[in-house]
Nanobody
Framework: QVQLAESGGGSVQAGGSLRLSCAAS????????MAWFRQNPGAEREEVAR???????TYADSVKGRFTISKDNAINTLYLEMNNLKPEDTAMYYC??????????????????WGQGTQVTVSS
């Protein structure tokens, strides 16, 4: 079992930057797939970015070139660097983890460990 805790959300103006952090309660390094999701009220939770145990990353088209996912295995922390933020990036952001069993979950339902979320609000 791994527990996750996000931090770093806040309110910024369009064009600004934020860095989200997600602290894990145990080592996740080469054993877990990690990802960031976001969700607005009444909408489905959507994947923003993921990082596999080998360091490979993927991004949603809407954030490519603006967001960077990374992790520091020494301190069990996942990051999401968000630049050139847009009002449409406003959402609750969640980090998620799932044990790597030769593949990473393809859908949100495949991730079994979630943080409580951190709110990001971007004003125009």
């Amino acid at each position: 079992q791994v527990q996750l805790a996000e931090s770093g959300g806040g309110s910024v103006q369009a064009g600004g930057s934020l860095r989200l952090s997600c602290a894990a309660s145990r080592y996740t390094g080469n054993r877990y797939c990690m990802a960031w999701f976001r969700q607005n009220p009444g909408a489905e939770r959507e994947e923003v970015a993921r990082i596999q145990p080998d360091g490979r990353t993927t991004y949603a088209d809407s954030v490519k070139g603006r967001f960077t996912i990374s992790k520091d295995n020494a301190i069990n922390t996942l990051y999401l660097e968000m630049n050139n933020l847009k009002p449409e990036d406003t959402a609750m952001y969640y980090c998620a983890a799932e044990e790597y069993l030769g593949y990473c979950p393809r859908q949100v339902g495949g991730f079994g460990h979630w943080g409580q979320g951190t709110q990001v609000t971007v004003s125009s």
